[in-house]
C-alpha cells in the first residue's frame, strides 16, 4: 500500500507561482509513474501533467503545457509540481497518484491508470 500526502496549496494571484509536492511513503515509489490532477467545483477530474518512473518522460495537458513542470526526486519519495504564470481557471483541488504499472503515452492521462490517490490540496488563483 502506498500513502501519498499533497502539500503546497494556497491562494496565489493571477502570474503568480506555487510548487506542490507530493510525499509518497514504501520503498516501490521510484518504480511508479505518478501524476497530478485536479478537479475544479461542477467539473471533472481531469488530467494535468505525469511522469514516468525514471523521470525520462513527462507529459503535460495542453491547458498547462509552457507553464507547469513536473518532476521527481525519488531519493526523497516525492514528485513536485511547479505552476508559473497562474491563470483564475487553475483554480482547483490538485491530486496526486500513483501507477503500478508504468503507463507511458496516453495511459498517462486517464485517471483509470493509476491506483493510489492523495487527498488533495486546494489551489486558489485570484485575478
Known amino acids: 500500500q502506498v500513502q501519498l500526502v499533497e502539500s503546497g496549496g494556497g491562494l496565489v494571484q493571477a502570474g503568480g507561482s506555487l510548487r506542490l509536492s507530493c510525499a509518497a511513503s514504501?520503498?516501490?515509489?521510484?518504480?511508479?509513474?505518478m501524476g497530478w490532477f485536479r478537479q475544479a467545483p461542477g467539473k471533472e477530474r481531469e488530467f494535468v501533467a505525469a511522469?514516468?518512473?525514471?523521470?525520462?518522460?513527462?507529459y503535460y495537458a495542453d491547458s498547462v503545457k509552457g507553464r507547469f513542470t513536473i518532476s521527481r526526486d525519488n531519493a526523497k519519495n516525492t514528485v513536485y509540481l511547479q505552476m508559473n504564470s497562474q491563470k483564475p481557471e487553475d483554480t482547483a483541488v490538485y491530486y496526486c497518484?500513483?501507477?503500478?504499472?508504468?503507463?507511458?503515452?496516453?495511459?498517462?492521462?486517464?485517471?483509470?491508470?493509476?491506483?493510489?490517490w492523495g487527498q488533495g490540496t486546494q489551489v486558489t488563483v485570484s485575478s
Open positions: 497518484a500513483a501507477d503500478r504499472h508504468h503507463c507511458s503515452g496516453y495511459g498517462c492521462r486517464i485517471p483509470e491508470s493509476y491506483d493510489y
Open positions: 514504501g520503498r516501490a515509489f521510484s518504480s511508479y509513474a
Open positions: 511522469i514516468s518512473w525514471s523521470g525520462g518522460s513527462t
